[in-house]
């Protein structure tokens, strides 16, 4: 499945990333979180060598005396000003501190996982019971992933594009550019990374086994990640980013359940994202469901906390004995749904505030 860094997008390459440089993530740079980019120019093994000499040419006696007092009056908790000073890796990790405090996981119970989120008062948002994993199970999913198998030729471009980078694929639907929409993609990127962080507790606690050491001859034409099936990566989070997506786009929030009955071009997408992973034979339909009811929920709670929305879902893939196909249809008709009201007394801080109204401004509407 899928963490590849603070980008968060599907690959192994390990957590020191900033957006990379593939697809729509442009040039930000892979230096991690210490923002070591220089402020143009080539740099290289001679810059500082160079510095030396151009300082011993042109510098003046100093004594050490300061040539500015900067003003000592500390900004405001949170504020935009300071944020946006900050270079890329920094500005990824206060976003990704704020964020971690927004959801979090129950995994109390060794069949079921809770996401959860103090903007609920710790209700949960998403209800995840493991796939019984029996005979039966596995029978009915690799019956279904030999037919998806036909399908490999058609869309080996987009399994291996998607392999490490999803976001191009919303891309090719909005606008999505590091000048024109960065704060969007600021957006897009830290929810990424979030969803990354919680997937990946939720595969390690269900440690479903991969199809391939279920059978040799489902062959996937990826090698197969070294962690848990159960749910995907994949589709856990090009769900919450059609979430995101959408609701950028419209300019409010969104109910995840009705963009997936209105069939709307973001859910179609997280939708053949999710499955073009069954495709390449590394997961299973039932993956793909659990992780888009995930992604779904967690996406809708981002979303309706900046919003500040009264409310937000609840989510459901409680169906153990579930042996069945994974679409659009079918995901239309599986999770159980409610609302629960977001508790009053938590509000985003200010920088994620100016972060959404920025993003949502970036795109046009009549």
Request: aromatic share 8%; net charge neutral.
């Amino acid at each position: 499945m899928a963490y590849s860094g603070t980008q968060g997008t599907q690959g192994t390459q390990g957590t020191q990333g900033t957006q990379g440089t593939q697809g729509t993530q442009g040039t930000q740079g892979t230096q991690g979180t210490q923002g070591t980019q220089s402020a143009g120019g080539a740099g290289g093994p001679y810059l500082a060598a160079a510095l030396v000499g151009t300082r011993d040419g042109v510098a003046r006696h100093w004594a050490g005396a300061p040539a500015v007092v900067p003003a000592i009056t500390p900004p405001p908790a949170g504020d935009w000003d300071a944020f946006r000073k900050m270079q890329d890796g920094p500005q990824a990790a206060v976003l990704d501190y704020e964020l971690s405090r927004v959801v979090t996981l129950d995994l109390s119970n060794a069949m079921a996982a809770r996401v959860v989120s103090p903007l609920t008062g710790g209700a949960a948002v998403a209800t995840l019971t493991r796939p019984a994993c029996d005979l039966p199970f596995y029978t009915a999913q690799l019956a279904l992933m030999r037919s998806y198998a036909d399908l490999r030729l058609d869309r080996m471009a987009e399994i291996q594009v998607q392999a490490g980078d999803i976001v191009s694929f919303f891309g090719a639907q909005g606008y999505l550019d590091w000048r024109a929409t960065r704060r969007t993609l600021d957006l897009i990127y830290a929810l990424l990374r979030l969803v990354g962080r919680l997937e990946m507790r939720v595969k390690m606690h269900f440690d479903v086994p991969r199809p391939v050491a279920v059978s040799p001859d489902v062959q996937p034409v990826l090698q197969t990640p070294g962690h848990g099936a159960w749910p995907s990566g994949h589709a856990a989070e090009a769900f919450a980013v059609a979430v995101l997506f959408a609701s950028l786009q419209k300019g409010a929030p969104v109910v995840a359940a009705d963009e997936v009955a209105a069939r709307s071009l973001p859910m179609r997408l997280a939708a053949r994202i999710a499955e073009n992973r069954t495709v390449a034979g590394v997961h299973y339909p039932s993956d793909s469901m659990a992780g888009a009811v995930m992604g779904m929920a967690i996406g809708e709670l981002l979303v309706n906390w900046l919003a500040g929305s009264a409310d937000t879902a609840v989510l459901g893939f409680d169906l153990p004995a579930w042996r069945g196909d994974f679409d659009l249809s079918t995901l239309q008709a599986t999770p159980t749904v409610a609302r629960i009201a977001r508790t009053a007394y938590l509000t985003p801080p200010p920088v994620l505030t100016s972060l959404w109204n920025i993003a949502r401004d970036e795109w046009p509407r009549a």
